[in-house]
């Protein structure tokens, strides 16, 4: 079992910045791959980032690609996103999810575990 605790979600014009953490508890870090996901109301969970256990391959949703980056910290067992020129689109609740298999993925079905989510509201 992993615990997943994400934090730093909050309210910001378009054009600021957050920086959101996701802290894992309950077994190895390194040992799990790592993404972030976020909902929109009235829309399906989508993908904004992935990556893999030494932090040296991640993926990107398009809409986020060169605005948002995901990096991770095994020694504090954290996996940081963190996110520039915010858009109103931007806005959702987001989660961070983690997988025991070897491979980054897209998708949220490949993943075995999720934290409770931090809200992001971007203002116009």
């Not at 054009?15 to 894992?24: D, M």
């Amino acid at each position: 079992q992993v615990q997943l605790v994400e934090s730093g979600g909050g309210l910001v014009q378009a054009g600021g910045s957050l920086r959101l953490s996701c802290e894992a508890s309950g077994r190895t870090f390194s040992n799990y791959r790592m993404a972030w996901f976020r909902q929109a109301p009235g829309k399906e969970r989508e993908f904004v980032a992935a990556i893999n256990w030494s932090g040296a391959n991640a993926q990107y949703a398009d809409s986020v690609k060169g605005r948002f980056t995901i990096s991770r910290d095994n020694a504090k067992n954290t996996v940081l996103l963190q996110m520039n020129s915010l858009e109103p689109e931007d806005t959702a609740v987001y989660s961070c999810a983690a997988r025991r298999v070897i491979g980054v993925t897209r998708l949220r079905t490949d993943y075995d575990y999720w934290g409770q989510g931090t809200q992001v509201t971007v203002s116009s």
